[in-house]
């Protein structure tokens, strides 16, 4: 007889973009040069003073565990950026260092809620929130969204969705590059406070801003948790680092949980963290290449019939409404690739009511290649 599979593990989902990922591999294997449009990912790697510590600690340093809440060190920098970039005073007790944001998220959610606890997320949303909150035997509830609010989660929504223990809110989000302005995100933590719910801020895109400003849950609320990363400002996805803010009362218990699951985050990745806060100009002219890449893509792809974009404000996604020409976006994305060699990945990962009629672009890769996709899918769009 084969041994007990557990239904927690049943209910997740996989990431569509990683079949979306082999098939473009596969067609590379073949001989065929792709543009990767599906990736979510900066194509640079971590910035060179970063790199140079990192070999710095090879030689100098054990690379053994360090304190379960992350280096001294690196945490104090974390709460010295939240003065620096948002005028917010943070304690350096209330950070604490995670194995990238994706490590963070078990924790938060673990620290916040019981099995059976419901949680509110915009649809259109990153996935993995909820996949893990499946996993932990939490509820995921989806707040329908729509261009008119920025494809944000909104008070209204939320008096909408039933009784509620958790709102997690991403902004600028993964998929549509949308944000909350500093007004919409008091409004929901306001509302979150009033009702008791715990909100989960996801900031990891800050930093890649284009229109707008960017603003922290430690400004507007004292019991909001922070997630952010080195992966997506910083160009350090496989360093695999990231960190918390957190309300004091839930150190401790979060510290529990982290010496138990993890011991400790990559200590070379927190040498090279650290010192990816004095790479602003490298950083910055990224931000630059996506903003470039962003505009080469708005002005194009209309001509190839992709008219129907969300203006991205951050992040380096465009969400396309496809449904005027498609009604299966798992499809057509796989026609693009076999037919265009241009890769991109269909909504349905991100939205499993609406997204058979969306797709996500990215345009975090070179601007040579941005420039190569618009040609390839206006000839594509020809024939
Ligand atoms: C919105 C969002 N949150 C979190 C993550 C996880 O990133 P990491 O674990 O590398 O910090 C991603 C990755 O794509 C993301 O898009």
Redesign the pocket.
């Known amino acids: 007889m084969a041994g007990k599979l557990s239904r927690r593990s049943a209910g997740v989902d996989p990431f569509i973009v990683m079949d979306v990922m082999a098939a473009a591999a596969d067609k590379e294997a073949a001989g065929d040069v792709v543009i990767h449009l599906e990736v979510?990912?900066p194509s640079t790697p971590a910035p060179k003073k970063a790199l140079e510590a990192a070999h710095a600690a090879l030689d100098a340093d054990r690379i053994g565990y360090v304190a379960a809440l992350g280096m001294p060190a690196l945490r104090e920098r974390i709460a010295r950026h939240y003065r620096e970039t948002y005028g917010a005073e943070v304690a350096p007790d209330r950070v604490i260092v995670?194995?990238?944001?994706?490590?963070?998220?078990p924790l938060a959610f673990l620290a916040s809620f019981d099995a059976g606890d419901r949680v509110a997320l915009a649809a259109p949303?990153?996935p993995?929130?909820r996949n893990i909150l499946a996993a932990l035997n939490l509820e995921a509830v989806d707040l329908p969204t729509s261009a008119e609010d920025r494809f944000q989660p909104t008070v209204a929504a939320l008096e909408k969705a039933g009784p509620l223990d958790g709102l997690i809110v991403?902004s600028p989000?993964?998929?549509t590059g949308t944000m909350v302005t500093r007004g919409e995100l008091k409004a929901l933590a306001d509302w979150c406070n009033a009702n008791g719910v715990r909100l989960i801020s996801?900031e990891?895109?800050h930093g890649i801003v284009y229109e707008g400003e960017t603003h922290s849950a430690v400004e507007v609320s004292d019991t909001a948790i922070v997630?952010?990363?080195?992966?997506?400002y910083f160009s350090m996805?496989g360093w695999?680092?990231?960190w918390l803010v957190v309300p004091p009362d839930m150190v401790r218990p979060i510290e529990r949980l982290t010496q138990n699951f993890f011991i400790s985050v990559p200590t070379l990745s927190q040498h090279a963290a650290l010192a990816a806060f004095e790479c602003r100009d490298e950083l910055d002219g990224h931000v630059q290449r996506y903003r470039t890449n962003r505009d080469l893509l708005t002005a194009g792809l209309p001509a190839a019939g992709l008219d129907r974009l969300t203006p991205a404000q951050g992040?380096f996604y465009i969400y396309a409404d496809v449904s005027h020409l498609t009604n299966d976006s798992r499809d057509f994305c796989s026609r693009m690739l076999r037919e265009a060699g241009v890769a991109t990945t269909p909504g349905i990962d991100f939205d499993r009511a609406r997204g058979a009629g969306t797709l996500r672009i990215s345009f975090a890769g070179s601007t040579a290649e941005m420039e190569e996709a618009v040609r390839r899918l206006k000839q594509w769009r020809r024939l």
């Not at 997630?227 to 997506?232: A, G, L, P, R, T």
């Open positions: 979510g990912q995670t194995t990238g944001s994706s490590g963070g998220f949303g990153y993995a929130y991403a989000s993964n998929p996801d990891i895109y997630v952010n990363s080195f992966s997506k996805t695999r680092v990231g992040a």
